[in-house]
């Protein structure tokens, strides 16, 4: 039990000089939390506004920008991570899956700081709906699940294979465009379903589309297949850090 606290002490103290660090000596500081997404929104919502009819669209955008950003920055940054921290790693010894983590969890807690504005601005404008509102804890829940175990793959191998990094960037562009960021699942044709039955994501944010806005498509079946790529995804990363971390040293 007090190894257990001690990891969690480690952990958080490595989450919190992530938190202070990225925004330090910047002009607007911790308003880039915010900025981010939202001037994300208003260019991708002034052009495909003309495309894509759904009912209040900007917001409708911001929704999904908010855990799209959560996501592709914590992956991208966490699949170098370990290779960038080598000279900690030959210096010292400590649990090497807090750096990745660390990273992951400090992005986290900057899409829950811009998720509370975004409740506050719903509630301003009279669109929570309760009690389907708190079907975003699951969904956040299995988001962060996910994006730790597959940082945890790609982090142990771009320690071996510095190619990983490179891969991971390309796959994170056609991802964005593969999974209901900008679109909901009620506007493709159903033989595609299949497509996003494989991608882990996409019940992520059509249950947080629908949780926030009402507008989200929730089809129990691909919702399964989901879940079972992402736990086996999650499963596999765990798995693959633990039998590689005792040699990153070398490769590194």
Not at 201 to 214: N, V
């Given at each position: 039990m007090q190894g257990f606290k001690h990891y969690?002490?480690?952990?958080?103290?490595?989450?919190?000089k992530?938190?202070?660090?990225?925004?330090?000596?910047?002009?607007f500081g911790f308003l880039w939390v915010v900025l981010n997404p939202v001037l994300q929104m208003i260019i991708i919502g002034l052009?495909?506004?003309?495309?894509?009819?759904?009912?209040?669209?900007?917001?409708?955008?911001?929704?999904?920008?908010?855990p799209w950003q959560f996501f592709s920055i914590s992956l991208s940054k966490a699949t170098p991570s370990i290779v960038y921290e080598r000279s900690l790693l030959q210096k010292a010894k400590f649990p090497i899956e807090t750096i990745p983590i660390s990273l992951i969890l400090a992005n986290f807690f900057n899409m829950t700081v811009s998720l509370v504005l975004l409740f506050f601005l719903l509630g301003?404008?009279?669109?929570?709906?309760?009690?389907?509102?708190?079907?975003?804890?699951?969904?956040?829940?299995w988001l962060l699940a996910f994006?730790?175990?597959?940082?945890?793959?790609t982090a142990s191998l771009q320690v071996r294979f510095r190619d990983i990094n490179?891969?991971?960037?390309?796959?994170?562009?056609?991802?964005?465009?593969?999974t209901p960021v900008l679109y909901t699942l009620s506007l493709i044709p159903k033989t595609l379903y299949p497509l996003f039955a494989i991608n882990p994501?996409?019940?992520?944010?059509?249950?947080?589309?629908?949780?926030?806005?009402?507008q989200g498509v929730v089809n129990n079946q691909i919702v399964f297949l989901n879940l079972s790529t992402s736990v086996l995804v999650t499963f596999v990363g765990i798995f693959i850090y633990k039998r590689k971390y005792k040699f990153f040293v070398d490769w590194l």
């Open positions: 969690i002490d480690f952990l958080w103290a490595m989450t919190e992530e938190i202070k660090a990225r925004y330090k000596r910047a002009v052009i495909f506004s003309f495309f894509i009819k759904i009912p209040n669209y900007f917001l409708f955008l911001l929704v999904g920008l908010l301003f404008l009279n669109k929570l709906m309760f009690p389907q509102i708190l079907l975003v804890v699951p969904a956040l829940i994006t730790i175990g597959l940082s945890l793959l490179f891969f991971v960037q390309t796959l994170l562009i056609l991802w964005f465009y593969a994501l996409t019940s992520i944010f059509e249950i947080m589309h629908l949780s926030l806005l009402g």
